[in-house]
């Protein structure tokens, strides 16, 4: 499963946080200012009809066929329709007045004698009615006010605080990105500076800017780790290799006393005779066990620098594979060159390259009954080496492991085959992955196993 980027993360919680509380924001002032702006205005209206209702009264006491023209005026006073009734008959109304906007409730609690108000919706258009009971005249007016200005500037209000909860949302979302970046950023330095370790950047270190407090101490900690791990390493490899090198010495002079005892074999009894070649047999393995340890702590201290040349490629491997045979006193295998390959060239160190053969000519000669072929051949500007051998294959589970140190398989268990050292392998990986290279284990055409190497061919013209 592909885990989400922290970046994205962080940026989606700063916006949505920023979207959550611009809204709870602009909500809790909507409704705040909606309560205090209706709550005023039905106040105000309130006042007025009572008012308005003391001028009907006094009209009707003083000059009642006035009350038409009253209540016209009243309408253009108030922006309000007042209705008159007398004994449950109409009496008289402003022009632009409607019965249907009074409520039958409201006339029965007017018509008892109590003055009460309410809001409704009258054709989708909120309005507010007042009911004032005039009992010395028995009758009631009724005031109707119209909110739809009211309304009319709560939906501005609502747009604005909309529109203010976006950009604020907007606004939260680009501090986000502002704070993601400088959050992330020395995460991403670090990440990047501990993978060019894995690859071998020893020397790579995290550089102190004007930095926060926390990075920086997560700087020099970094950098501090790294210091000691390489010092770890480095005394670790100059430890494997005074002491390889220590070792040589008294080996040396055992393999010459078993040289030695060698050349007077016949002398002795077949128990000795025996148990020289067993001390023979495992002189050889320590001597190749030793001179491993000391290549590659050589190669783990970087005391031997890569001496890189750039060579051809055909060329090299032959000559690699004649003297890797040679050397152990074996039968040259066949080099094939497929047509297509022509005359590439690849940068390597020569030596260590020759190395690499030896090791794996070595380790078919020990399990794989020889070499039966080298097979070369170019894939995508890469050069294929492929090292094919007689013996059973490797299987499927010990491809990787192979190249592990001081892995040794199943076949090399046996009591009665050769044993390695189980570095070789491991010396051919290191070797190969220095050259900018890899090395695969595969199954062979021929049924046994394939040691495929892949080189970048070098571009350039051999001079």
């Known amino acids: 499963m592909r885990r989400r980027s922290l970046r994205l993360r962080l940026l989606v919680t700063f916006g949505l946080g920023a979207l959550i509380l611009s809204s709870l924001f ?5 409704f705040g200012v909606k309560h205090v702006l209706v709550d005023d205005q039905k106040q105000t209206d309130l006042r007025q009809s009572f008012v308005n ?8 006491y003083t000059s009642p066929s006035e009350l038409d023209s009253l209540l016209n ?35 029965s609690l007017v018509d008892a ?13 909120i309005i507010f009615v007042v009911g004032v009971p005039i009992p010395a005249v028995e009758t009631q007016v009724f ?33 986000g990105l502002w704070v993601t970046r400088r959050t992330v950023r020395p995460l991403e330095k670090v990440s990047a500076a501990a993978a060019l370790i894995a690859q071998g950047e020893l020397t790579t270190r995290l550089v102190v800017g004007q930095a926060d407090r926390e990075v920086q101490q997560l700087t020099e900690s970094f950098n501090t780790m790294v ?19 220590e070792l040589r010495s008294p080996l040396t002079t055992l393999a010459t006393t078993a040289s030695v005892l060698q050349q007077h074999r016949d002398e002795l009894s077949p128990a000795a005779q025996e148990s020289l070649d067993l001390l023979s047999a495992d002189l050889l ?7 491993d340890l000391l290549e590659m702590a050589r190669s783990d201290a970087g005391a031997t620098p890569l001496v890189i040349e750039t060579v051809p490629a055909v060329e090299l491997v032959r000559q690699s594979v004649r003297s890797a045979s040679q050397r152990r006193g074996l039968a040259v295998p066949p080099v094939d060159v497929e047509p297509t390959v022509g005359n590439p060239l690849v940068s390597v160190d020569r030596r260590r390259f020759e190395r690499v053969m030896t090791n794996l000519v070595d380790n078919a000669h020990r399990y794989a009954g020889d070499v039966v072929a080298v097979r070369i051949g170019v894939h995508d500007a890469m050069l294929v080496i492929n090292i094919d051998d007689a013996g059973p294959g490797v299987p499927l589970e010990e491809q990787e492991q192979v190249f592990q140190r001081f892995f040794r398989g199943r076949a090399a268990h046996h009591r009665g085959m050769a044993r390695g050292t189980g570095l070789g392998l491991a010396l051919v990986r290191d070797h190969v992955e220095a050259f900018g290279g890899a090395i695969a284990v595969l199954d062979s055409p021929d049924g ?16």
């Open 285 to 291: 393995i320590f001597q190749s066990l030793v001179e």
């Open 113 to 125: 004698g109590k003055a009460t108000h309410q809001t409704l919706d009258s054709g989708g258009e």
């Open 227 to 245: 210091s000691q791990l390489v010092e770890r390493v480095e005394r670790d490899a100059r430890f494997a290799s005074d002491v390889s090198h």
């Open 448 to 463: 046994g196993a394939r040691f495929q190497i892949l080189l970048p061919i070098h571009e350039g013209v051999e001079e």
């Open 143 to 175: 005031e109707v006010f119209q909110l739809a200005s009211l309304e009319h500037t709560l939906r501005v209000l609502l747009l604005v605080l909309g529109a203010g909860a976006l950009l604020t949302s907007l606004i939260g979302m680009g501090g």
């Open 26 to 30: 602009a909500s809790l002032t909507y």
């Open 53 to 60: 209702a003391a001028l009907v009264r006094s009209t009707l």
């Open 73 to 107: 005026s009243i309408e253009k006073a108030t922006a309000s329709n007042v209705l008159v009734q007398t004994h449950h008959q109409w009496l008289s109304k402003s022009s632009h007045a409607a019965t249907q906007d009074v409520s039958s409730t409201i006339i």
